[in-house]
């Protein structure tokens, strides 16, 4: 099950329970696929099937519970040990992954970060949740759902990020909803689906990153092919959960208290509407020119600092202490960076054993006959409940494993990205809790995990009929 390797540390979101400790099963397989792979090194030379051992070994014990980073680490020795390379070779392959692609994924998500501190410190996204709120207005619980569903779209679109952008929207909507009468589970209805339609559409996301270098295309295509049609159909249908769960949830006293409920005063700062306004403009400056020039994945490095320097100033910061937030939010993902070099470390090795052709030539005539439709169906299922890890990491593994297969099946681009877009985010809906889940909840002060899942439940079976559908319409 996927975890979301976008959330930033805008606003201190909710604690996350520690790591489980590592099983002894996983332990034990972990030595077993190590000692395999001294074996295979020592007796297989040359192209061989054996170096999807790495790619499985990684899967099944971060599937068991072992921390990313040690599952990661463990495939790469597995893979080394495979590929038996000389001191030299294995370095030099340790340096140019630093330079890969998939490294640079690691790197634009510190820097999304980076970038969440500083609209945070110059108040740019609480400025933007009641600037939505104030255009939604009070006049109806549908008008203010929209509205509410809108600033959290909006603020983890342009932040990237769930759970920080959250962090930051909803201490502003909780007494807005107290005063509409929201119970506790339609408030976390609805802060859930707009955060989650906003992460689908953020430009500069990793994992959205990740999906657009991995099928090739740019962010309007992203946006038509898969994520535009999430969102829509998020926001449709939010429009009819959250008045369902609110008269669902009205007769067991799950009201809040106004009393509990802080409203912050609003504060005229000529600096905060100036920095709103430079960083509105500057990102779709930066979401244009890179659809129209069909940027590439480096462009967000250059966007990102851009953008923190250009709102920052314009905000009252200086030029260091946009640094520290720039460098404090950074900071606190460095280990999302050291993952992403490390998968880049495992991928170059896998490539260099080379275990994708023997693939091809052994099976590719039998998946020829299997056809497109029925192929990306099966990995945008196995991504959904079978391939762990971060979700950029995620779209990163599901393509070096299925990519070229997949052209080779004759699956399109479009149908490409909405099986990595699903692969990726369908775990978030359901079917089971997790770490989002929580963090909505928590933020909502709500307790009631069924109705999460409930409501998570209501976007997961619609979304799956549509692009089933749009993947059927796209092979045929």
Not at 7 to 15: E, I, N, Q, R, S
Not at 218 to 233: C, D, I, N, R, S
Not at 270 to 289: D, E, K
Not at 465 to 471: E, F, G, P, R, S
Request: proline share 5%; net charge negative; glycine share 10%.
């Amino acid at each position: 099950m996927a975890y979301d390797t976008n959330t930033a540390v805008a606003a201190k979101p909710p604690a996350a329970a520690p790591p489980p400790r590592t099983s002894p099963v996983a332990t034990g397989l972990a030595l077993v696929g190590l000692l395999l792979s001294i074996v295979v090194g020592v007796v297989v030379d040359g192209a061989t099937m054996w170096g999807l051992l790495p790619i499985a070994l990684y899967a099944v014990l971060a599937l068991l519970g072992m921390d990313i980073m040690i599952a990661t680490v463990v495939a790469i020795a597995s893979a080394l040990l495979i590929l038996m390379p000389a001191p030299t070779a294995a370095a030099a392959l340790l340096g140019e992954s630093v330079g890969d692609q998939i490294t640079m994924i690691g790197l634009i998500i510190m820097l999304g970060a980076g970038l969440a501190e500083v609209l945070r410190a110059t108040g740019v996204a609480t400025q933007i949740v009641r600037a939505v709120m104030r255009v939604a207005g009070d006049r109806s619980r549908t008008a203010v759902a929209l509205g509410m569903m809108m600033s959290c779209l909006i603020l983890v679109a342009a932040l990237g990020t769930l759970a920080g952008a959250l962090a930051i929207a909803v201490p502003l909507l909780l007494p807005i909803a107290a005063k509409m009468g929201f119970t506790r589970s339609a408030t976390a209805s609805t802060i859930f689906i707009g955060g989650c339609a906003g992460l689908a559409l953020a430009p500069f996301a990793g994992s959205n990153v990740a999906i657009m270098d991995a099928a090739e295309v740019g962010y309007l295509q992203f946006v038509l092919y898969g994520a535009g049609p999430l969102a829509l159909l998020s926001l449709v249908l939010g429009l009819v959960i959250v008045p369902w769960m609110q008269r669902r949830t009205e007769h067991e006293d799950d009201f809040y208290d106004e009393s509990e409920l802080e409203s912050e005063t609003e504060v005229a700062d000529p600096h905060v509407s100036r920095a709103t306004a430079v960083f509105v403009v500057a990102l779709l400056a930066s979401v244009v020119y890179a659809t129209v020039t069909s940027a590439g994945t480096a462009f967000p490095l250059l966007a990102l600092p851009v953008l923190a320097m250009a709102t920052g100033l314009a905000g009252g910061l200086s030029p260091r202490q946009i640094a520290d937030r720039v460098y404090a939010g950074a900071a606190s993902l460095i280990s999302i960076f050291l993952l992403f070099w490390l998968l880049a470390v495992l991928f170059n090795a896998v490539n260099l054993i080379d275990p994708f052709t023997v693939v091809l030539e052994s099976y590719g005539s039998g998946l020829q006959n299997l056809g497109p439709f029925p192929f990306a169906v099966a990995i945008a299922l196995l991504g959904w409940v079978g391939v762990p890890g971060a979700t950029a990491a995620q779209v990163v593994l599901l393509d070096n494993l299925f990519g070229e297969l997949a052209s080779t099946v004759g699956v399109g681009v479009g149908t490409w990205v909405i099986v990595l877009l699903f692969a990726s985010k369908a775990d978030t809906y359901g079917p089971f809790p997790n770490a989002n889940q929580f963090g909505a909840l928590g933020l909502a002060r709500s307790t009631s995990l069924k109705n999460m899942l409930i409501t998570g439940w209501c976007l997961l079976i619609p979304a799956t009929v549509m692009y089933v559908a749009i993947m059927y319409i796209e092979t045929r």
